[in-house]
């Protein structure tokens, strides 16, 4: 029988089941899975929890809600653009999330339904294997908020679909659904809708029962190509967060919450 690993956040839960795959499951059924201060803070550290936890063997993320995730809740974002003390906490967190991700020896899955934006396109893109819906809508729009694309972009975007798409899309904010996302190499494959949480859960539970030191040790082997992509994320991520101390942040916010185009430096 499954078990679940105590978290201390409504945001997600973790359920580790018998074939030891633990999937950390985002949202609620019915809902947009977005990530309070506590849910992003409980991210950062879940980690190495689960490279520790004894019987894990891989990682499932995936979602009950009607999209993947949205990244950051509103609060949070209002909080960066009136605190010192929440940009640097946040700052911290984001670093400690694709860190974690990569560091981690576990191999993890991504199961990709709806909108994956922010915080949700880092879970769903730093997953060593990454499984798109063809309804999934995958969305870099930190430029849109005004602020630069950090919290992962730099760091996997060109090594995942090339330079010229890399720039295309975390410059305009162009969304890309599974297809697409598949086809210039954003995600490892796209499936039908219906066959997206089989087809994650065959995945993961397929390298669960493989050789747990060859695979933590080609992960670790490939994700020295993202340790060299490292001055960039770091120089990312500091912009990013230089930005939501900015007039254009402000009034990408006010814009987002108005649903009208927002115009920067007027």
Known sequence: MPRQLSVDTPDFHIDIGDDGVAELVLGKPGGMPVLAAQGHAELARIWSRLGREPGVRCVLVRSEGKGFCAGGHMDVVQGMLERESERLRVMQEARDIVQGMIDCDLPIVSAINGA????????ALLADVSIAARGAKLIDGHTKLGVAAG???AVIWPLLCGMAKAKYHLLTCAPLDGEAAERIGLVSLCVDDAELLSTARGIAAQLAAGSPTALAWTKRSLNHWLRAAWPAFEHSLAMEIMGFAGA???E????LSEKRAPR???
């Open 116 to 123: 994956a934006v922010g915080a949700g396109a880092a879970l």
């Open 151 to 153: 919290d992962h972009a």
């Open 248 to 250: 254009d942040a402000r």
């Open 252 to 255: 990408g916010l006010a814009a």
């Open 264 to 266: 920067f430096g007027a």
